[in-house]
């Protein structure tokens, strides 16, 4: 993606300030927006560089701005690389498969004949996640079908279709009814009236043209091209923009560049529909993420603030049909093991709102144990106490946080002052560690899992042990797919073999 040119100085001075002595790959906005990024199945890829030590690689390179894994997207192109008319047919070929089944005039379509249908006609594939018309029933005669799908549960698809749950890729956990209802009710208080949701995968089959976008939120890329970027505009700028609001969930794996890029993009946008008068004015937003990352974000927007709400599970569910827009709105995650609220879950969720709306309009639930801050105009955690040394709530994670006089600011409950590092850290930490290489002899010329520090015979259980996990989730994951096939049966004597490798790896590991 080519980035404006004005951003090109920001992202770089972040990104050089903020990686002294780190390693890993960076996200690097050309100059020259002129330039066009080669595509892969996910429209126009992003330019990286790798980071060793806080200093850039020479060489740099184009991979997809979607997915982490290359085993979900393997693109790969230097910057310089120079591609024959060959290769690059045979990469226009590949995208070309990889798009979805059927196109975005064709689930309108689809649409249009279901919603036609009698209710007892009306049925959908879990096993194909799709709606069927009376000529698709054959063909999914011997998959799970539901029938009688009313309108209702048409406005929520998230109630049929089965979370994707890749975190490198998809990452569809769901915000839990509570949180849900919360939004759309603040949303009301609000006084917005339309909202426009960026991060609704997979709902191309359930909406109209005027409702939906198939768009890539990590490069600001519409699949349908301008006909698409029309309705997304037509429905920004509806009123002089009065009455929107954006909400938006990114993948908590996707970089915070990318997404600042694109949503100023939007804002933009939004903007031109603005008459002069209100040019000062900011399209309102609510963005969904961890506040470990509230650094990154206000980097790029200072007018942001980090609302106490924190019951975020996440549920794709969909706003009142008023704000016409299908929303994923919600704060506990019901299939997420680490930010389900509950006894099965971690008790503090990370997951925050981001948002430019005043603070002190945002009303939190008190029944749920937020209260109103007079000092800092704002609603807080009953948890989060005002700090008279830095004359502000403090805490990011629901706890109650503790002011260190030499560092100057509160930090967590569980950090203590470090004299050698001078500042609070975990009082297990590493003094002056290195933060990469190796984590076991603290080397950088290697990582863990080759750290001549390991016996062989470590090696060899660990292997055991990982490769049998993955054996495990790959068995899991096939029985999803295929469903339970009666009359099958494993041989006794691998089962048993398998059995006892399992278990003298987790005795190892547990010794």
């Known amino acids: 993606m080519a980035a404006p040119r004005e951003w090109l100085g920001t992202v770089e001075a972040e990104g050089i300030a903020g990686r002294q002595g780190s390693s890993g790959v960076e996200v690097v906005f050309p100059s020259d927006p002129a330039t066009p ?14 980071v060793n ?9 184009y991979a997809c701005s979607a997915c982490r894994d290359r085993k979900d997207c393997n693109f790969f192109q230097w910057e310089d690389e120079k591609l024959s008319g060959a290769r690059l047919a045979a990469r226009e070929a590949h995208n070309q498969k990889c798009q979805p089944p059927l196109s975005r005039t064709q689930c309108v379509e689809r649409y249009v004949k279901f919603i036609g249908l009698p209710l007892s006609q009306r049925k959908f594939c879990q096993r194909c996640q799709q709606l069927l018309l009376p000529d698709d029933w054959e063909k999914h005669q011997e998959h799970r079908v539901v029938g009688d799908i009313s309108i209702t549960q048409l406005k929520r698809p998230s109630q049929l279709l089965y979370p994707l749950e890749n975190k490198k890729t998809n ?3 769901l915000f839990a009814d509570r949180s849900c209802q919360f939004l759309v009710d603040l949303l009301s208080t609000l006084g917005f009236t339309r909202v426009l949701c960026v991060g609704t995968p997979r709902y191309s089959q359930f909406y109209m043209e005027d409702s939906f976008c198939h768009y890539n939120m990590f490069n600001h890329h519409f699949f349908d091209g301008k006909a698409a970027l029309e309705v997304c505009r037509t429905f920004l ?9 954006m909400v938006t969930d990114p993948p908590f794996g996707g970089l915070v560049e990318p997404l600042a890029v694109t949503f100023k993009k939007l804002i933009a946008m939004w903007k031109e529909g603005q008459s002069q008068d209100s040019s000062q004015k900011e399209l309102p937003i609510f963005w969904i993420f961890p506040y470990f990352f509230e650094f990154r974000i206000r980097q790029f ?10 019951r975020f599970h996440r549920t794709f569910i969909c706003v009142d049909e008023a704000m016409k827009y299908g929303c994923m709105l919600e704060v506990d995650y019901d299939n997420h093991a680490l930010y389900k609220h509950g006894k099965t879950g971690r008790k503090q969720s990370p997951v925050r709102i981001f948002t430019n709306i005043p603070p002190n309009k945002i009303i939190l639930p008190s029944e749920e144990g937020y209260r109103f801050c007079p000092l800092c105009q704002r609603y807080v955690s009953l948890e989060n106490q005002h700090c008279e040394h830095c004359n502000s709530c403090t805490s990011k994670d629901g706890r109650k946080w503790n002011h260190c006089f030499l560092c100057k600011k509160c930090v967590k409950p569980s950090w203590i002052h470090c004299s050698i590092c001078s500042h609070c850290a975990l009082p297990d930490h590493s003094c002056g560690g290195p933060k990469d290489g190796c984590f076991i002899c603290g080397e950088l010329d290697h990582k863990r899992s080759t750290c001549p ?9 660990n292997t055991l042990f990982f490769r049998a996990v993955r054996k495990q989730k790959q068995r899991k994951s096939n029985k999803m797919k295929m469903g339970t096939t009666k ?3 494993m041989n006794h004597t691998s089962v048993t073999r398998k059995k006892r490798r399992r278990e003298r790896a987790h005795q190892y590991l547990c010794s």
């Open 237 to 245: 700028q509806e009123d002089k923009g009065e009455g929107v609001i």
């Open 171 to 173: 990452a569809q956990y």
């Open 301 to 310: 927007f200072p007018s942001f603030c980090m609302l106490d709400y924190q």
């Open 487 to 489: 009359g099958q049966s």
């Open 453 to 461: 520090k390991i016996t062989t015979s470590k090696k060899v259980n």
């Open 37 to 50: 990024a080669p595509l892969c199945p996910h429209g126009p890829t992003l330019l990286f560089v790798k």
């Open 53 to 61: 030590q806080g200093k850039e690689e020479t060489r740099r390179f």
